[in-house]
């Protein structure tokens, strides 16, 4: 069974402080998702990696998959109010049978104080 | 350009019931997944299916199955409701395994089990 351990649980900032979520896996991934899920919605994707050591940037939100395709980690510079949501992380399985099924982690709520 | 659509948004049902929950895909996609979120969790993948055709399952009882028709729509049914059954089902769509291009999700059913 693969897991995806997302840290931290939760985290709660003031306007203008930088974060840092991490996923961490001991399984091997053809790409790594994140989503942002606000309450009563659906998860929203942010961004997929796919290459092991990319780095994707999305206006202050960076992405990073790691070089063995394993783990992830996502860094907000300058958190906005509009940052608060959960925060997921979701490995695509690579190859074989697997056709793409998401292997989520817990989640990352994260709120930004004014 | 409308996203996911699943209906209804919210329902409540006695154990032992039956349900059926609906999702109609992005347009342009072919490919439908299930995933069940408990609260306070990330979403769990239930099953896909491409080519009217459950072309793979995740680790859920019997009870549960489903259907693609051939206009891509989707139905998720679950039988002998159980208490823990509830939870938030998301419906999600894509071209292909959507491993690398992500995902689109509804913003899902409210399945209460009383």
């Known amino acids: 069974t693969q897991l995806l351990e997302q840290s931290p649980q939760f985290l709660s900032i003031q306007e203008g402080e930088n974060l840092t979520v991490y996923c961490n896996s001991s399984?091997?991934?053809?790409?790594l998702q994140w989503y942002r899920q606000e309450p009563g919605e659906g998860p929203v994707l942010l961004v997929t990696?796919?290459?092991?050591?990319e780095v994707k940037k999305l206006k202050r939100l960076t992405f990073q998959f790691g070089d063995a395709r394993k783990d992830s980690s996502l860094h907000i510079t300058a958190a906005q109010p509009g940052d608060t949501g959960l925060y997921l992380c979701a490995g695509a399985n690579a190859g074989g049978t697997s056709y793409g099924k998401l292997t989520f982690g817990q989640g990352t709520i994260l709120t930004v104080h004014p | 350009d409308a996203g996911v659509t699943q209906s209804p948004t919210h329902l409540i049902k006695t154990r032992g019931q039956q349900v059926t929950l609906r999702c109609s895909p992005k347009?342009?996609?072919?490919?439908v997944s299930w995933y069940q979120q408990a609260l306070g969790q990330g979403p769990q993948f239930i099953f896909q299916?491409?080519?009217?055709?459950?072309?793979q399952r995740g680790n859920f009882p019997d009870r549960f199955s489903g259907h693609q028709f051939p206009n891509y729509s989707s139905e998720l049914n679950v039988n002998a409701l159980l208490l823990g059954d509830s939870a938030l089902y998301l419906c999600?769509?894509?071209?292909?395994?959507?491993?690398?291009?992500?995902?689109?999700f509804g913003s899902g059913t409210r399945l209460t089990v009383v």
């Open positions: 999600a769509s894509s071209l292909g395994s959507g491993r690398n291009y992500g995902y689109t």
């Open positions: 990696v796919v290459t092991g050591g």
């Open positions: 299916y491409y080519e009217e055709e459950e072309r």
């Open positions: 399984s091997v991934f053809s790409s």
């Open positions: 347009s342009g996609h072919d490919t």
